[in-house]
């Protein structure tokens, strides 16, 4: 007799290959790959001492990693754009900002929300004629806060 599990079998698990970066700045883009949803707490150690010495660890500052975007390049030059102002002295850059998941259905089932993010390195892919391979775009975003919201 086969084993069977009750209920509705359903799949939860989020794909990575459905998403789509949004920014408030109006500086978008259809992306391959983004890497960099981390947060990390510092840990604090603490030692106490009475009879017997103590070790603690707490919860310090929290960190949050810098976003990777990469993307086919194209004539779209927004991300060099924005760049480029901070390069020249602008002091408006920072900008809001999603990563959403989705369903094959196009149902958002994973979000999350950036805050203060701006551009601190901007690269595309060496040239060389011995390749066929479409150039890539790569920009990271420096972020002060990192939100799941869903």
Do not use: C
């Amino acid at each position: 007799m086969p084993v069977t599990t009750p209920g509705d079998v359903k799949d939860q698990e989020l794909i990575g290959s459905w998403f789509e970066v949004v920014l408030d700045n109006g500086v978008s883009g259809q992306f391959s790959d983004v890497s960099g949803l981390v947060i990390e707490i510092n840990i604090v150690d603490i030692t106490m001492s009475a009879k017997d010495t103590i070790n603690r660890k707490r919860p310090g500052t929290t960190k949050y990693s810098e976003i990777g975007l990469k993307r086919t390049l194209s004539p779209d030059k927004g991300f060099w754009n924005w760049a480029k102002k901070i390069r020249d002295g602008n002091l408006d850059y920072r900008t809001n900002g999603a990563i959403h998941i989705y369903d094959m259905s196009g149902g958002m089932i994973g979000n999350w929300k950036f805050e203060n993010a701006w551009p601190s390195k901007w690269s595309a892919s060496d040239l060389s004629v011995d390749s066929d391979d479409l150039m890539q775009e790569d920009v990271t975003l420096q972020v002060e806060m990192l939100t799941r919201v869903q």
